[in-house]
């Protein structure tokens, strides 16, 4: 009997020792889960900021004098190179199609039938085919002469204002490095009026330093992109031009013949 009861009292210990270390585990879990949701609601990282939220505060961060500057650049840099491409856009000429116009001209209606087909067609490859063709009368010499002469103004014409484009690329660049050089200096301005190297003095100084050298050299690349695309048309529609003086020369000749 006695041995019954020992039996019964252990196992009655053993069994309110078990519901304690399970009540106590699940406090400790819920504790722990309660400081784990907390812990990682404080580590929770802010709200993300939009593109347009996030360049507008490294914009400020940067700083409103040389960031603004650098601004200026892309934004006229954007509007020249947009005027450009609309005017070489406007510009360009499908050339095998008037010339075969001119040559139908010629051998129908003459040099003024093919002048009025040059004078309804926009572009300098017309441009200078009316010019080659309103010498005609002075002889193939005179003819080419004009063409050459005039081509150079259509060429100077179509490269107006790019150089514009290219100083703001060399520009943009220069300005936010000059940022970055007066960033560093204002560090170690606090460095040398604290008289001791802590990183929260210089840290300020030079994150402005790197976004305005950033910023202008984005800006740099964006412009660069404008001004490659602008020259390689400058360059296809020179091609046309020159292409195209050399066929009316042809044409005359074999006109004359």
């Known amino acids: 009997m006695k041995r019954l009861f020992s039996i019964l009292a252990i196992t009655g210990m053993m069994a309110f020792g078990t519901v304690n270390a399970t009540t106590n585990a699940s406090t400790t879990a819920v504790t722990t889960t309660t400081v784990t949701t907390a812990q990682a609601e404080e580590d929770a990282p802010a709200e993300e900021l939009t593109f347009h939220q996030e360049l507008k505060k490294r914009f400020i961060e940067g700083g409103p004098g040389f960031m603004g500057i650098v601004l200026l650049c892309l ?6 190179a947009i005027e450009r491409i609309i ?3 406007l510009s360009t000429t499908n050339t ?9 001209a010629l051998s129908s209606g003459g040099v003024e039938a093919a002048k009025e087909v040059c004078r309804n067609t926009k572009g300098p490859v017309a441009s200078i085919y009316y010019q080659g063709l309103d010498r005609t009368d002075e002889g193939l010499d005179a003819v080419e002469k ?3 002469a005039y081509g150079g103004v259509q060429m ?3 490269e107006k204002n790019v150089s514009w484009i290219s100083l703001f690329i060399a520009l943009a660049p220069m300005l936010g490095f000059m940022g970055t050089v007066i960033g560093m200096i204002a560090a170690f301005d606090k460095i040398e009026a604290a008289g001791d190297m802590q ?4 840290a300020g100084g030079i994150k402005v330093a790197l976004l305005t050298t950033v910023f202008g050299l984005v800006v740099a690349m964006i412009l660069q992109v404008f001004y490659n695309y602008i020259i390689a048309k400058i360059d296809s529609i020179v091609n046309s ?6 066929t009316l020369m042809d044409l005359l000749i074999r006109n004359k013949k």
């Not at 934004?75 to 020249?80: C, D, Q, R, S, V």
């Open 87 to 89: 005017f070489l856009n």
């Open 241 to 246: 031009m020159e292409d195209a003086s050399i």
């Open 96 to 104: 095998k199609k008037l010339t075969q116009e001119v040559e139908d």
């Open 75 to 80: 934004i006229l840099g954007l509007a020249i």
């Open 199 to 202: 990183p929260s003095l210089v």
């Open 156 to 158: 100077g014409q179509l």
């Open 146 to 148: 004009a063409v050459v």
